[in-house]
Nanobody, 128 residues
Framework: EVQLQASGGGMVKSGGSLRLSCVVS????????IAWFRQAPGKEREGLAC????????WYGDSVKERFTISSENDKNTVYLEMNSLKPEDTGIYYC?????????????????????WGQGTLVTVSS
């Protein structure tokens, strides 16, 4: 059974930083697309960042470019999301998601419907 375990959320003041982790098990991690999504209160789930684990290629949503960095440690089956210059509007539940690499393309990687496997989410709260 594929499992994704997200962690690292918490409360931080505006301008602060957090690092989220997502450990993936029972999945072909080395040839996958792993993404982070955010669901803010009352809003749809938004794609933030995605990494292709076979070559490390990354993509970012406009709202987090130059503030967030996605990376992976393939030997640990883990993907990270380093979040800097956090804003109150970054508040939400952060989910990691996994899919076979062949299905994750620049046109599809920020879409909720692309990903089959999801973690349970970790809450990030940014205060002003």
């Amino acid at each position: 059974e594929v499992q994704l375990q997200a962690s690292g959320g918490g409360m931080v003041k505006s301008g602060g930083s957090l690092r989220l982790s997502c450990v993936v098990s029972a999945f072909t991690f080395g040839t996958s697309g792993i993404a982070w999504f955010r669901q803010a209160p009352g809003k749809e789930r938004e794609g933030l960042a995605c990494i292709r684990t076979s070559d490390g290629a990354t993509w970012y949503g406009d709202s987090v470019k130059e503030r967030f960095t996605i990376s992976s440690e393939n030997d640990k089956n883990t993907v990270y999301l380093e979040m800097n210059s956090l804003k109150p509007e970054d508040t939400g539940i952060y989910y990691c998601a996994a899919e076979e690499e062949i299905r994750v393309t620049p046109a599809t990687m920020m879409l909720f419907s692309t990903f089959t496997y999801w973690g349970q989410g970790t809450l990030v709260t940014v205060s002003s």
